[in-house]
């Protein structure tokens, strides 16, 4: 099935977020298109994680907006956001370790949905040929990348038509990072939009396009990928660490 191609794919605009009486995220805007991959950049703590989160409803945004393919998201629970077509992989990756692999595919499986590309098993064990030598192991028994791996992969079979990826590089092996890039990569080929957290410079840069970059919750920078390279000012001034 062709993808249809949507102009704004994801938008957040302007949105606030509090834990309690501290302020973590302050009008914080930006875009993803289809077939785009944004790179979420900052240091540990500057408000990445909370940004995804507050997309997917699980922090209360106070101010502002998020939009998925043209529809206000802002606050809906996060099951109904997840029906809607929007995925999301939790830097704890929180796959079922007891079950298998075939059975965490299972639970993640959602039907065909307009204007997204479908994913089977086979499909999938295309992309993540670690994941096809290994459907009846328990996700417990599996190393850090291939459960993170386990976790794109049953995220995709709800057949997003947008992903969340947070930290998808954070401690895994070289080998598995540069699969990670290669599926980033793939994803973007099918058309989906694409918001990854890193704090890994160089993995962002393998595969984005574009790079936002907060501080405190606040949106510092926005731009192409090259042309955050031609401003290591920028650069310094906010991902050194």
């Known amino acids: 099935m062709p993808v249809k191609r949507v102009q704004s794919m994801l938008d957040v605009s302007g949105i606030n977020a509090f834990y309690g009486q501290a302020q973590i995220l302050d009008d914080v805007s930006f875009s993803v298109q289809a077939g785009e991959v944004v790179a979420l950049l900052g240091r540990n703590g500057a408000g990445k994680s909370t940004t995804m ?9 106070t101010a ?6 043209g529809s206000s998201i802002k606050n809906l629970p996060s099951h109904t956001i997840c029906q809607k077509g929007l995925g999301y992989v939790p830097e704890e990756r929180r796959i079922f370790t007891e079950l298998t692999v075939m059975e965490n595919l299972e639970v993640g499986k959602q039907d065909e949905r307009d204007g997204a590309p479908l994913w ?18 328990p996700g417990g028994q599996m190393s850090g990348g291939e459960q993170q791996m386990l976790s794109i992969a049953r ?19 070289p080998v ?11 994803l973007k080929k099918e ?3 694409v918001l990854l957290s890193e704090q890994n410079l160089h993995f962002a ?11 405190k919750g606040s949106v510092r920078y926005q731009g192409t990928i090259r042309e955050l390279e031609e401003h290591p000012e920028i650069r310094d001034a906010y991902l050194a660490v």
């Open 176 to 186: 598995i990072v540069e699969q990670m890039a290669f599926t980033i990569s793939a």
């Open 64 to 69: 502002g907006d998020v939009t998925f393919m």
């Open 205 to 215: 840069k393998l595969v984005s396009d574009r790079a936002v970059i907060v501080e």
């Open 191 to 193: 058309g989906l939009a």
């Open 53 to 61: 989160k507050t997309m997917m409803g699980m922090v209360k945004s």
């Open 120 to 137: 089977t098993p086979e499909k999938l064990f295309e992309l993540f040929p670690n994941l096809g030598e290994m459907k009846n192991r």
């Open 155 to 173: 995220t995709l079979m709800g057949n997003p038509s947008a992903i969340l990826l947070d930290e998808p590089s954070e401690g895994i092996a």
